[in-house]
């Protein structure tokens, strides 16, 4: 790894995968919070690398000290799946491989991840020490081989059956780092004045333009790189043509799009992000049968194919969307219901499909409702001392929640909070945008409501947080986590003896409902503290942040994210 002021994540990313190596080598490029200290927490050797403008020869520095046979690189910002680090292991029983790749998953939403906002990718992540494997780029840094600057490699590599989770491309974490500005800089000085740039030096400042909404520039560089393929005689990358026409849907240009996309699918006919965009540019043309054809055939390609970077959704729910749009626009609202249900089988968090359906059916009701159309609702009582067993000082929680702008409606917010209501002997509401709704929530529970600055560091939050606690035990909780059966009757268990609880105690987290028994989208978060074990929080994974020296646990006890796709107050 290579660091520079990791602390709200490296003990996260530690965390998840100490059990599975042998040994672990951090470069640090000038941190200056605690950021060492974790690391030295969990047995990792320090490197000491001063900064020149280049992530590979950072990189390439911490491969000179690694001594095992095989040598896996990840970021601060990153993370294993829970219980997948003893199956890199796996690599030490192959023969005839030098190479091994991961299921990397990126969440790309707004906030907190989840799990139907992410792109999925295999990627090369482990290879064997000493067959001279190093990197270059002075970003977006990649594998090369022995006696070339080639990013390609014909050996085949060995598919683990380990999913790794990044978080980097989180629209908050990417403001609270400045990448953006840091990453173009570097990029644009590594192709400026450069008789033959790097192509995916160029497609990289596509991709940062594309990130910040500015389409016009993410289309013009990527064409560009496209270009720059070509003139070496090679066959532009795959992730070239998708950020391509992604830019041309993003743009509304639709009639630009079409027919050259067909080109590019001919390039790679099973990428199914591109039979999306396809399927969205037809739609958009008025061409709503074929239109149709396609969004079909992408139900039939599914989204396993990650040789290629696949867009969650693209292969499931997004086409039933997209169908059930264009059913919209032929004036057939039953076959438009239809599909939109079926996108929400496959993402029950679906908004937009969930929000169609009910402007649909609100439309069917309109006909046969009466003439006075109201209707009644009765609203869940949040009285704190109505629902809380009988607490002493020496066991009392304080619940820490975040609550974003898109986190409603009322009621279902109402609904969750009740459920936690035995376990809070005092709230405190996180505000990162939240609206009326959200403070309305926040008075009927008595809660303290602390602002959430965008551009505010993480680990600036948690200095501001230890003032307004009146418990000696912290729950961190994000809205809809919930659980069930015994893990709620163990939790409570440990409400009412505090002996039992752990100085630091990590819970299994599942992001979405319905992914419980797959265990895909299954990871560990420090929800649960004693006050004086915690060194910070990290709002964006939703976690606490140990002191090095604390004694941490893990907990079988798991949490279900389960957001609501429709709420009916009645």
């Known amino acids: ?85 003893l199956k890199l292991q796996i690599v030490s029983t192959l023969q005839d491989y030098k190479l091994a790749a991961l299921e990397t ?55 683990l059956p380990v999913r790794l989770l990044h978080y980097g491309y989180l629209q908050s974490v990417t403001s609270l780092k400045s990448k953006h500005d840091r990453n173009l800089k570097l990029l644009q000085e ?103 054809s396609a969004f079909e055939h992408c139900l039939t390609l ?45 993402s029950p968090s679906f908004t937009e499909a969930s929000e169609k359906l009910s402007h649909l059916e609100e439309e069917m009701r309109a006909v046969e409702d009466d003439s006075s159309g109201n209707h009644s609702f009765c609203s869940l009582y949040l009285q704190q001392t109505s629902l809380r067993c009988n607490t002493t000082r020496e066991n009392s929680w304080s619940v820490i929640t975040l609550l974003c702008k898109e986190d409603g409606p009322l009621s279902a917010l109402r609904k969750w909070a009740a459920n936690w209501q035995l376990f809070a002997d005092q709230w405190i509401v996180i505000g990162a945008g939240i609206e009326e709704e959200a403070n309305k929530l926040a008075g009927e529970l008595g809660a303290t409501v602390l602002p959430l600055p965008s551009e505010e560091e993480p680990s600036k939050l948690w200095e501001r947080l230890e003032g307004l606690l009146t418990s000696p035990y912290v729950l961190w909780l994000n809205p809809y986590d919930e659980v069930d059966g015994e893990d709620r009757e163990a939790l409570a268990a440990m409400k009412s003896s505090q002996a039992s609880l752990h100085s630091m105690l990590s819970l299994n987290l599942c992001l979405q409902e319905g992914e419980v028994e797959q265990a895909y989208w299954k990871v560990r978060r420090n929800r649960l503290a004693a006050r004086e074990t915690i060194l910070g929080c990290n709002p964006i994974s939703g976690e606490f942040i140990a002191l090095p020296e604390a004694f941490m646990e893990s907990s079988e006890i798991t949490l279900v994210r389960r957001k609501p796709s429709t709420i009916e107050e009645n």
């Open 302 to 346: 599914g989204e396993n194919a990650l040789q290629y970077m696949v867009l969650k959704g693209a292969g499931t729910f997004y086409p039933c969307y997209y169908i059930g749009n264009c059913y919209v626009l032929c004036g057939m609202s039953g076959e438009a219901s239809i599909w939109y249900r079926r996108a929400l089988e496959y």
């Open 105 to 159: 998953i990126h969440f790309n939403g707004l906030y907190r991840p989840q799990a139907d906002e992410a792109y999925r990718l295999s990627q090369c992540r482990l290879f064997r020490n000493g067959e001279g494997v190093h990197f270059t780029g002075v970003i977006h840094e990649q594998l090369s081989w022995p006696g070339t600057n080639n990013r390609e490699d014909t050996s085949t590599p060995f598919q």
């Open 1 to 85: 790894m290579i660091v520079r002021d990791e602390e709200p994540w490296i003990a996260r990313c530690l965390a998840s995968v100490h059990e599975g190596v042998n040994e672990i080598i951090v470069a640090d490029t000038g941190s200056r919070d605690r950021t060492l200290d974790i690391a030295r927490s969990f047995g990792a050797t320090i490197l000491q690398f001063p900064w020149k403008e280049s992530f590979a020869e950072a990189r390439n520095y911490s491969l000179a000290h690694a001594t095992g046979k095989w040598i896996l690189w990840m970021d601060a910002d990153e993370e294993l799946a829970a219980g997948d680090a």
């Open 190 to 292: 590594a192709v400026t004045n450069h008789p033959n740039p790097d192509p995916w030096s160029l497609y990289h400042i596509a991709s940062e333009y594309q990130r910040v909404g500015k389409y016009a520039l993410a289309f013009q560089q990527v064409n560009l790189a496209i270009a720059a393929s070509l003139g070496q005689t090679r066959l532009p990358p795959s992730l070239f043509y998708k950020l391509k026409y992604g830019c041309l849907v993003a743009m509304g240009s639709f009639k630009e799009g079409w027919p050259g996309i067909d080109k590019a699918i001919s390039l790679y006919p099973d990428y199914v992000d591109l039979h999306l965009y396809k399927g969205c540019i037809l739609m958009h043309t008025g061409q709503i049968e074929a239109a149709i």
